[in-house]
């Protein structure tokens, strides 16, 4: 009888883990795998190591009764690793398109970006752009020139840095709260806690 209510209880527990796939995207050195870093262990590195090919992390958020892990995948910005984000578009439901904000040619290559994540399956897929660095003071792309390309193609835009955690936190948890709310088949409960939590850390 313990036996079949401990089972009982690992079910129900279990029941209320929900994953969700998130990637970056963007050229080399424009900041994603920092971004992910100061949201996910809240550190900055300064000195530039690239990301060879992928590297994964999970995120668990505690949401109410729910457990949620944010799985996620920040691509190499290399040419030289196309065949390996290649491998990751089509079952990804989030996306941060990340460009740097002292680096003209960043940001013009945006819709490069997206025809690559169309052209290898992506679908769906929620896109927030980050403009990262805005610490820095050289800009080569006004904020009205970000918000605006983003608003033009129906994405969010943040103005982020990975060194001070300028907005950080609120883009993550905008992007979550949003891709629960158009994944199919997401618990009420859970898509508006998500969003709550949102509210709370724009609103810190
Ligand atoms: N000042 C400043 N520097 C940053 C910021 N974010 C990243 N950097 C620096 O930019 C460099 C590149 O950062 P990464 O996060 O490794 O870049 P990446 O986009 O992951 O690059 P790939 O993995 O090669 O695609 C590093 O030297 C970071 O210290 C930021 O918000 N402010
Ligand atoms: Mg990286």
Known sequence: MRAVRAAGSRKSSRSRVFRIKVISMGETA????CLIKRYCEEKFIQKYIPTIGVDYGVKPIKLGEYDLRVNLWDMAGSQDYIEVRNEFYKDSQGCILVYDVTSRATFESLP????ECKENG??????????????LLNRKV????GRDWAQSQGFMYFEVSAL????VKPLFTALF?????TIPGVPQELAAAAVQLA??????
């Open 30 to 33: 424009v900041g994603k795998s």
């Open 112 to 115: 490069a970006w997206l025809n």
């Open 122 to 135: 992506a679908e769906n897929m929620v896109i927030f752009v980050a403009a990262t660095k805005c610490d």
């Open 142 to 145: 006004t904020e009205k020139e």
């Open 164 to 167: 001070n955690s300028q907005n």
């Open 177 to 181: 709260a949003r891709m629960l709310s």
């Open 199 to 204: 509210k709370e850390t724009r609103d810190d």
